[in-house]
């Protein structure tokens, strides 16, 4: 199974760029179904209330539920207080598997991580070309998993990809995404350094084309179970591990707890 760890859908209320803008779905699908992608990974484009962009991506989301898989995503500073309630929500109502955040707003919090920790979730962080982040969070929340997109730079930065291959290499519970990485050799040194492992397939979707990006992890000609960890299946072992019934319930919110449940058991066959 091919799953894309890493697309955008949604509408941003901020209109200053396509990524705060408008990020239709649809074209992304058709191009994805005829490369060979059978699930995603999405989550909102930058918003200035995240809870409100969340739930219009748990609505797109809900019109292609075996196409799709969501993840929350959050601003650390702005949603300060209220992180563990806003991502819960999301992983019970609306079956959502991860967090994702941008450095470029605020980078994870302690209260990000244990969130993630509480709830056994991946964090999806673009550390926005400056990975000595990485390095921050990573020792401190061993047991929280880390995806680092485009193998630390959007832009091309070699020495944030260079950074990032050390830090796949070094960190057990830290992992990056190919999408956009245009520097192809530097995937190439991730998987000889850090093995298939720690790498994911990701698109960055819909701005960037899923076929060309999937065709990038062709080419690396890796052995068949190397390929299919790259291309799905280290994503999946990592969402798996959500499990909102880790967290015990209130009497207030024991349907919640019970839906959680269910939640958490399907996930392990819904990718």
Not at 159 to 186: C, E, G, L, M, W
């Amino acid at each position: 199974m091919i799953v894309d760890c890493h697309c955008h859908t949604g509408q941003g209320d901020l209109m200053t760029a396509p990524w705060n803008t408008d990020a239709p779905i649809e074209p992304y699908l058709r191009r994805a179904r005829a490369a060979g992608i059978d699930k995603t990974i999405v989550f909102s484009t930058f918003h200035t209330n995240y809870a409100e962009a969340n739930r219009r991506v748990a609505s797109i989301v809900a019109r292609y539920p075996d196409r799709l898989v969501g993840f929350a995503m959050l601003h650390a500073r702005r949603d300060a207080g209220r992180v563990f309630q806003l991502v819960k929500h999301a992983m019970v109502k609306w079956r959502f598997r991860g967090i994702k955040v941008h450095g470029f707003e605020s980078p994870p919090t302690r209260e990000v991580c244990e969130t993630a920790r509480a709830l056994r979730l991946p964090v999806l962080v673009d550390v926005g070309a400056k990975p000595h982040i990485v390095e921050m969070f990573a020792p401190q929340y061993r047991d929280v998993n880390f995806i680092v997109p485009h193998l630390g730079s959007f832009i091309g930065d070699w020495k944030a990809h260079q950074q990032v291959i050390d830090q796949i290499v070094r960190h057990p519970n830290v992992y990056a995404d190919t999408s956009s990485v245009r520097h192809y050799d530097y995937i190439v040194q991730a998987i000889k350094r850090a093995g298939a492992q720690k790498l994911l397939f990701g698109s960055d979707g819909p701005w960037l084309h899923p076929g060309v990006e999937l065709h990038k992890i062709r080419l690396l000609g890796l052995r068949p179970r190397d390929e299919a960890l790259v291309l799905g299946g280290n994503i999946r072992r990592l969402i798996r591990r959500a499990r909102a019934r880790s967290i015990q319930p209130s009497a207030s919110s024991y349907s919640e707890s019970r839906e959680a449940s269910h939640t958490s058991k399907g996930c392990e066959l819904c990718v």
